[in-house]
């Protein structure tokens, strides 16, 4: 089982909230990742970071950020949630800095927006 | 630019016959290349990859991958599929120079037909 944790693992909101999605792991890895899953399957990044302080944007434009103030969390917030943000977003991470480790996902959010 | 193809969205096989989930990629130079596995409601999980070496690789639950150079493939094979091994495929690839992040296809839904 995934010793990578996304919170929740289901939520309904209405549009115009501010929402934070959680991922914690337990590994001690320094990078961690976001990505956006569409109903088709397709994944796609949204954020990264390399370690604490450090985020970056992926390769898909999102109006989300995200924080990286300790090592083990990395949490995404969407300030003003619309129902374009239904989807599932699913939280990785891996050993730094060898390119060859493997993602670690956690069992993802599913989004709703109404 | 790196990037994947999984050119089938769908693959149908009856259990106990071989299984193929195909795979091409395009990097600069050589590839990391991984396979990942999503049942329903959960994340992905790490199936195998290919680093160097012995161009066949084996993974878990039985899965083998072949790795073609010249081809620039990288196929999941299983000489007798299960009924549980229905689930989405992702393949993923990272040029070695670690520059950039994990690409991933557009994922291939198997089905296992009892």
């Known amino acids: 089982e995934a010793d990578i944790y996304q919170t929740p693992r289901y939520l309904v909101i209405g549009t115009g909230k501010k929402i934070t999605l959680e991922c914690s792991q337990t590994m001690g890895h320094d990078k961690m990742y976001w990505y956006q899953q569409d109903p088709g399957m397709e994944l796609h990044l949204i954020h990264y970071s390399y370690g604490v302080n450090s985020t970056e944007k992926g390769d898909l434009s999102s109006e989300s950020t995200v924080s990286r103030i300790r090592t083990e969390h990395f949490p995404l917030t969407l300030e003003s949630a619309r129902p374009s943000h239904t989807s599932q977003y699913l939280c990785?991470?891996?050993?730094?800095?060898?390119?060859?480790?493997?993602?670690?996902f956690g069992n993802g959010t599913r989004l709703t927006v109404t | 630019a790196q990037s994947v193809a999984q050119p089938e969205d769908q693959v149908n096989v009856a259990e106990g016959n071989p299984l193929t989930v195909k795979c091409t990629y395009s990097?600069?130079?050589?590839?990391?290349l991984f396979w990942y596995v999503q049942y329903p409601n959960r994340g992905l999980q790490f199936l195998l990859k290919y680093i160097t070496g012995d161009n066949l690789v084996k993974g878990s639950y039985g899965f083998e991958a072949e790795f073609n150079k010249s081809q620039t493939s990288f196929h999941l094979k299983k000489p007798s599929a299960l009924v549980s091994d229905s689930a989405l495929y992702f393949c993923?690839?990272?040029?070695?120079?670690?520059?950039?992040?994990?690409?991933f296809g557009t994922g291939t839904r198997l089905t296992v037909i009892p």
């Open positions: 990097v600069s130079g050589n590839p990391y």
């Open positions: 993923a690839v990272r040029d070695q120079t670690g520059a950039n992040n994990l690409f």
């Open positions: 990785a991470s891996s050993d730094a800095p060898l390119g060859n480790s493997p993602l670690h």
